[in-house]
């Protein structure tokens, strides 16, 4: 009996988390709230304003929430985790030319590592999240993530990084459902978040200004350096190389006579190189830090659906394996703006075959 079994659920203070917990405690699960404190410095005054996903707002969400449902609600500190597996790797990756994705990290360190372990601790069987993600437990033993059953908020590609002992204690209720079916559960159920807008940003950079973000919390300015072209000819000067990322057009301030993109940053020289669309195209990409989902590994005879950012909409490819922990991906058809430090991503279907981190 599912009363029987206690489910920690994380409730970041969005319709979907607060839903989740809903549809959990009317299959009959004792559910427990649980906020995580991970970053939040905020202001007073921008706690009252700015509710959103991750805010000291988001807390009083999530309690309000917790009452209407009838449930225990805690506040767990993951501030020292946070910072070493989300926002030091953010700061690191981008001033070593890189671009990372700090939901990755922060799903698999985070929301599930570290909510997991004390979840555990305090007696809980499952963990649970609003992701719009399944999961299956196939026949050969091993937990997949599938995707939502909608695909315009399917966020399969930021679980590829979990672990099979994640999968098999967690629960993700929200993935059955339209967004609008979960704004529709949450007004029905008198859950006082209905309405609540999406969080789009990146939680800890609620501006979306990263690079001053970052400038700030190092304590220092980014150096600037040249542009140069395919050849190596400078063409111009650049603000410092955590402004830009791979396949960036816009804020170039280039005039070139073409459209110019970001080809590549070389952080050993402190140049970025520009280059036309053409230039921006890659037939083959190469994956290290490899995590395997619904394979314990990637096939050399089968054709995988790809995703190399979270809002690329996929795209065939074939993998080879050249050493323990790298691979080679290679696309029937080239693709725009391949970017080192973010996630490929393989699919099998709608399951995750598993990613791993662009080189």
């Known amino acids: 009996m599912n009363e029987h079994k206690t489910v920690v659920v994380g409730m970041s203070g969005g319709v979907d988390s607060l839903v989740a917990a809903y549809l959990l405690k009317e299959q009959g699960y004792c559910v427990i709230g649980v906020t995580m404190q991970i970053w939040q410095e905020e202001a007073l005054q921008k706690q009252e304003s700015e509710a959103g996903c991750c805010g000291l707002g988001a ?16 506040v767990m500190n993951f ?27 922060c799903n698999r360190y985070v929301k599930w590592e570290s909510l997991l372990k004390r979840s555990m601790e305090i007696g809980a069987d499952y963990i649970a999240t609003g992701h719009y993600a399944r999961i299956r437990h196939m026949n ?32 993700m209720p929200i993935g059955e ?13 008198g859950l006082p978040v209905a309405h609540k807008p999406d969080s789009m940003e990146i939680c800890f950079v609620p501006e979306g200004d990263y690079a001053s973000y970052i400038e700030e919390t190092v304590g220092m ?43 590549r940053i070389k952080p050993e020289t402190n140049e970025i190189v520009i280059g036309q669309l053409e230039d921006n195209l ?22 995988y659906l ?32 391949v970017t080192p430090g973010q996630a490929l991503v393989l ?10 981190t662009i080189l």
Do not use: W
């Open 306 to 337: 790809a995703k190399i950012r979270y809002n690329h909409e996929g795209s065939h490819c074939t993998v080879r394996r050249l050493e323990d922990d790298l691979y080679e991906c290679i696309f029937i058809k080239p693709q725009r703006a």
């Open 177 to 189: 459902y339209e967004k609008d079916r979960v704004r529709k559960i949450a007004d029905e159920a």
């Open 221 to 263: 300015k980014s150096k600037p350096g040249d542009f140069v072209d395919m050849q190596g000819h400078v063409l111009g000067r650049h603000r410092g190389i955590i402004h830009y990322t791979v396949g960036q057009r816009k804020g170039l301030n280039l005039a070139l006579g073409y459209p110019a993109f970001v080809v």
């Open 282 to 303: 890659s037939e083959k990409v190469y994956i290290s830090h490899v995590n395997y989902i619904s394979e314990q590994s990637f096939s050399e005879h089968k054709t």
């Open 347 to 356: 699919y099998d279907g709608s399951l995750v075959a598993g990613g791993g």
């Open 79 to 105: 501030k020292h985790d946070f910072k070493i597996h989300v926002i030091d790797y953010f700061i690191n990756e981008y001033r070593a030319g890189r671009t990372p994705n700090p939901c990755i990290a």
């Open 140 to 171: 050969n033993g091993r937990y997949a993530v599938e995707k939502s059953v909608t695909a315009r908020k399917d966020q399969s590609y930021a679980l590829y990084n979990l672990t099979q002992e994640q999968l098999a204690r967690t629960m």
């Open 59 to 74: 807390v009083e969400d999530a309690r309000r929430v917790a009452q209407v449902l009838d449930i225990p609600h805690y």
